[in-house]
Every structure is written in C-alpha cells, then in structure tokens.
C-alpha cells in the first residue's frame, strides 16, 4: 500500500537494478555508457584500420590510432619529472634504497632501514 514515501532499500534496490544505459549508471561507470557490441564494433573498426594500414605498401604512412573508449586514460598522458630529479631516484635505485615495486622487502633490508 502506498503510503506516500519510499523507503532507503526500495531506493537502494531501484539504483542497483537500473539498466546499464541509464544516466546514473554512465555517471558512477564511464565505462557503461558503451554496450558490449558497441565495444566489438569500435574492436572491428580498429582491426580493420590498422589491416588498411598494413596493407597500404606506404612505408611513411602513419599507424592508425584507435577509437577512444569511454572511461579510459589515453596511454603515454602523464607528469614528466625534472632530469636532476630522475637522476637521483637512479642513484638510489642502484644504491639498493629503493625497493622494487614488485617485490617485498627483505629482513636485510628492513635492519638498513632501522
């Protein structure tokens, strides 16, 4: 029976259950604002721009850049650091300072650091 409001669940289930096109889901997933096909197809485009590409026999022709896909960071934008900066963190990298992001650090290197 309606009683003139709506409870936090009804809300919470409407949101969560909203159609991936709708406004509010292309809001909170930039991703979402394209449907499986619409990836496919800009996949088909790429694909066939790059065969082009490959099959012009022009050596000094350009490579085709992909279509931009909602939510993704373009590749290669980012913050350069100053030389003097870069060649600092070399020096410590080889020095042994810095650890590698990809492993953990080691009880040797934790007595250094104490």
Known sequence: MWR???TPRRV???VANLPPDAATQRAVHPAAAWSTGDYLLALAVD?????NWQRSGDKHATRPTPLPRPGAEPEGIGTAIPLAEMRALARQWN?????RPDTAPTEAKL???R
């Open 12 to 14: 919470a289930v409407l």
């Open 111 to 113: 007595d250094r650091a």
């Open 47 to 51: 694909h066939l721009a790059a065969a």
């Open 4 to 6: 003139g409001h709506i």
């Open 95 to 99: 020095a042994g300072e810095l650890a």
